[in-house]
């Protein structure tokens, strides 16, 4: 069975370091790879998407994502933190065999504070 | 368009009472889903429906029914509440399910049961 791992719980960053969140995904085939943003008390939205090309993929907000075959992981990226990215960060694989419409397997989170 | 809307916001229930989470979209979507999201775990898939009268259970699908009588509404109901489903409740919804479509969600049902 497929599955996603985000092996930090919560992270904290300052305003304007870098940032970078991990996602491993454990899956069979050519993933379909996602990160969403869940902003408190807000539903998700969707950041970025990979399903195939080019492996650095572009989001909103100004993050990136770089799908890496070999080390089955998803790593979500932004050069420089903003304090309104302070929110929880699903790292999610779409299950895409058979009859499996839109099923959306999603890591456990993490959690970005921003120091100012 | 209003995307995809829940109610209520925000359910006290006691244990054994039942009650039926709402949620619509207005994008004509075919696919229409309910995770659950709890502390740790992410969110799990209850059920999800790939047209109106066409239901199947997701990942965690015990304790809760579902129908699709219409494109845009995918009500969630909860028979006998247990403290245990006491958890954030999201419906999301997309063109057609396949892995290309982006899932819209909607805001959230936070549902505590007493």
């Known amino acids: 069975a497929q599955s996603v791992t985000q092996p930090d719980i919560h992270i904290t960053v300052s305003e304007g370091a870098s940032l970078e969140l991990r996602c491993n995904y454990s899956?069979?085939?050519?993933?379909?790879l996602f990160w969403y943003v869940q902003s408190p008390g807000q539903g998700l939205q969707l950041l970025l998407k990979?399903?195939?090309?080019?492996?650095l993929v572009q989001g909103i907000k100004g993050f990136e994502a770089e799908f890496k075959r070999s080390q089955s992981s998803f790593n979500l990226r932004k050069p420089s933190v903003h304090w309104s990215d302070a929110a929880e960060y699903f790292c999610a694989v779409h299950d895409a065999g058979g009859t499996s419409y839109g099923k959306l397997t999603f890591g456990q989170g993490t959690i970005l504070t921003v120091h100012p | 368009n209003a995307g995809v809307t829940q109610t209520p916001k925000f359910q006290v229930l006691k244990t054994g009472q039942s009650m039926t989470l709402q949620c619509a979209q207005d994008m004509n979507h075919e696919y229409m889903s309910w995770y659950r999201q709890d502390p740790g775990m992410g969110l799990r898939l209850i059920h999800y429906s790939v047209g109106a009268g066409i239901t199947d259970q997701g990942e965690v699908p015990n304790g809760y029914n579902v129908s699709r009588s219409t494109t845009e509404d995918f009500p969630l109901r909860l028979l006998s509440a247990a403290p245990s489903q006491t958890s954030v409740y999201f419906c999301?919804?997309?063109?057609?399910?396949?892995?290309?479509?982006?899932?819209?969600f909607g805001p959230g049902t936070r549902l505590t049961v007493l």
């Open positions: 999301a919804s997309s063109y057609r399910g396949s892995r290309t479509d982006t899932q819209y």
């Open positions: 899956y069979g085939a050519t993933p379909y």
């Open positions: 990979y399903f195939s090309g080019d492996t």
